[in-house]
């Protein structure tokens, strides 16, 4: 219920404000979307197994929840680092910054990570569907590649090496994105002779790499514990759960709530519904 209502607040204080249709917040209105994709993926499913009691899932419900999970975590970070990019032009190259960040240049920006995302993980699901199953039992709470790949009798070897490709080549990309665009802004605050600029640049810079830095060791855990047999099978349940709970609950605090437009608009729509409630039991 936290990550449905921060996501959904964050969604709709964006979308419902003129003044928030910016660059900036347009990029990152996609983030709660594709935060809400990988909770809407996990929740439902568990809360069903919850109150029936009962671990079973029919064999086209899993590949549909493990493809959206595996689209929400490459989402994340490519949206992470388009945020990134955003981030460096704007306080790198300020006069420069409504040249190069047009409308058409956002669009192109957020329509190259979807697509993006959902080529990568479509590929990945085609190798693992053209493979016959023989078993039929999973050790972890929800379905992902790794573990339907466990369900299969053929051979998985293409699948292993396409799945350790498009994770390496995002974590390249990620890492090299966000890295590259945080050190050029850390720099460029050092070198700024206005201290509050340099205090407020710096603050964000560091919250957003904590953020991204949890989200990549999560990740990064989770993909190497599915090949490392000595690792304790509850812990690699936790730290999975942990990759599709923490990043979307902290996501809309971080990236929206801290951003002073956004959290004066969130107050407003708060007050606007609030009010008139009090006018009428008062």
Known sequence: MVILFCNLTLILTIVLNKS?????????????????????????QLIKEILTNSRKIQYSACVTQAFFIHVYAAGTVFHLSAMAYDRFVAICYPLR???????????????????SSLVLISVLFILLLRLDRCRSEMSNPYCDNPNLLSLVCGDTTINNIYGLCISALSQLVANGTVLYTYLRVLIACFRSK????????????????????????????????????????????????STLI??????????????????????QLFRIRVHPLKTMFS
């Open 246 to 267: 923490f990043p979307p609950t902290l996501n809309p605090i971080i990236y929206g709530l801290k951003t002073k437009e956004i959290r004066e608009k969130i107050l």
């Open 97 to 115: 910054y409504n040249t190069v960040m047009t409308n058409a240049h956002i669009m192109k920006l957020i329509t190259l990570v979807w697509s």
């Open 20 to 44: 928030l249709h910016q660059p900036m917040h347009l990029i990152l209105l996609n983030l709660p979307i594709n935060d809400l994709i990988g909770s809407s993926a996990l929740f439902p």
């Open 194 to 241: 206005r201290s509050d600029t340099r205090a407020k640049a710096l603050q964000t810079c560091a919250t957003h790499l904590v953020v991204f830095l949890l989200l990549e060791c999560l990740g990064l855990f989770t993909i190497i514990s599915h090949r490392l047999h000595n690792i304790s099978p509850h812990l690699r349940r936790f730290m999975g759960l």
